[in-house]
């Protein structure tokens, strides 16, 4: 089945550039119904939905960081990925990549574990 | 944005108890309402999709209902492995946005 992991630095200085990969197995990020999201879950508190790609590179971004959030995708690996740009304190976070499903009424029916990604100097 | 406001924050019950959890949004969100389960240290499950669909594999002692902006998850018999931090979303509109979650607590 379908599995997603994220990979990338756990620890970004303030200031720079968070990035981070999902990489898809078990089936094909180029398979039309699914967009591919981002979310993030601050320390013991809930979730904030960050943005979706479609394979094609089509791009939805929550407002709230669309200044500062890029989501691209590489079919040919099978991934996207994310950048966050200027990270603060404030953008500590684990950080998911999810499979938004059109069959499940848009529901993210596939998540990654997760990654911590600490803001610090 | 849409908010989702849950209720309540948290709860305690007993092996066996009845439960249920409320999300209400701001605006009419028809039917496009999930609800997720989340373990500790854990990604958020998928339980129930469109206000009431369960997932396959999903028990069927979880139920979802409700539409417009009001909204219930109910456990019939809570067992052990229920005992965790309940998520609901609305997928009707971008940015797509979460309830601010239930706990779950054994009592």
């Known amino acids: 089945q379908v599995q997603l992991r994220e990979s990338g630095p756990g620890l970004v200085k303030p200031s720079q550039t968070l990035s981070l990969s999902c990489t898809v197995s078990?089936?094909?990020?180029?398979?039309?119904?699914?967009?591919w999201s981002w979310i993030r879950q601050h320390p013991g508190k809930g979730l904030e939905w960050i943005g979706y790609?479609?394979?094609?590179?089509?791009?939805y971004y929550n407002p709230s960081l669309k200044s500062r959030v890029t989501i691209s995708v590489d079919t040919s690996k099978n991934q996207f990925s994310l950048k966050l740009t200027s990270v603060t304190a404030a953008d500590t976070a684990v950080y998911h990549c999810?499979?938004?499903?059109?069959?499940?009424?848009?529901?993210?029916?596939?998540w990654g574990q997760g990654t911590m990604v600490t803001v610090s100097s | 944005d849409i908010q989702m406001t849950q209720s309540p924050s948290s709860l305690s019950a007993s092996v066996g108890d009845r439960v249920t959890i409320t999300c209400r949004a701001s605006q009419s969100i028809s039917r496009y309402l999930n609800w997720y389960q989340q373990k500790p240290g854990k990604a958020p499950r998928l339980l129930i999709y469109a206000a009431s669909s369960l997932l396959s594999g999903v028990p069927s002692r979880f139920s979802g209902s409700g539409s417009g902006t009001d909204f219930a998850l109910t456990i019939s018999s809570l067992q052990p492995e229920d005992f965790a931090a309940y998520y609901c979303?609305?997928?009707?509109?971008?940015?797509?946005?979460f309830g601010q979650g239930t706990k779950l607590e054994i009592k």
């Open positions: 999810a499979r938004m499903n059109g069959d499940y009424s848009s529901a993210f029916d596939i």
């Open positions: 790609i479609y394979y094609s590179g089509s791009t």
């Open positions: 078990g089936g094909s990020i180029s398979s039309g119904g699914y967009f």
């Open positions: 979303q609305q997928s009707y509109s971008a940015p797509y946005t």
